[in-house]
């Protein structure tokens, strides 16, 4: 029972500052993705940057559709040589089909941007939360600032009011 306790955990690695306040978001998937061993132990060592990060679904056919995690940052390990992996390049991300294509029809019909919100390790292996999402305008941002700072004085005046 130990053993399956030991390696269960999630650690987190790194998350996405700008995905909630910039996105509506809809629903979220977990995906693995495809890394080189350079890049697995750069993110044991330092964090990525997932703050600019979007995915993109391609496909002609059912059968060809596959999803890329763009604009991501790992930055290269320090100890790596001539075979160290490129900081910025396009990483596949590993989905079910089902979940693809759903992804995939979202993306074209709804209009919806797919975008990570955090990267951690689950049981040794890295993962990628991504969040199905629509943009939010100028007004919708604000809207949710005062929401945050009305429920923020809420909070201080029943502190105030207990603490008496």
Request: glycine share 10%; proline share 3%; net charge positive.
């Amino acid at each position: 029972m130990a053993e399956e306790k030991k390696g269960g955990g999630e650690k987190l690695i790194a998350s996405n500052p700008t995905a909630r306040s910039n996105y509506v978001i809809e629903e979220v998937v977990e995906a693995g993705i495809v890394l080189t061993g350079t890049e697995v132990k750069s993110l044991r060592s330092q964090t990525p940057a997932l703050k600019d990060s979007y995915v993109e679904v391609t496909g002609k056919g059912s059968n060809s559709v596959e999803a890329w995690l763009l604009n991501t940052h790992i930055g290269p390990y320090t100890h790596g040589n001539i075979w160290n992996h490129e900081p910025s390049r396009r990483r596949k991300l590993l989905l079910h089909r089902h979940q693809l294509e759903k992804l995939h029809g979202a993306t074209i019909k709804k209009g919806i941007t797919i975008v990570p919100t955090k990267m951690y390790f689950k049981k040794g292996m890295v993962k990628v939360e991504l969040a199905l999402g629509k943009g939010k305008k100028k007004g919708d941002k604000r809207e949710d600032v005062k929401k945050k700072s009305a429920q923020r004085e809420m909070d201080r005046a029943m502190k105030s009011k207990n603490s008496r």
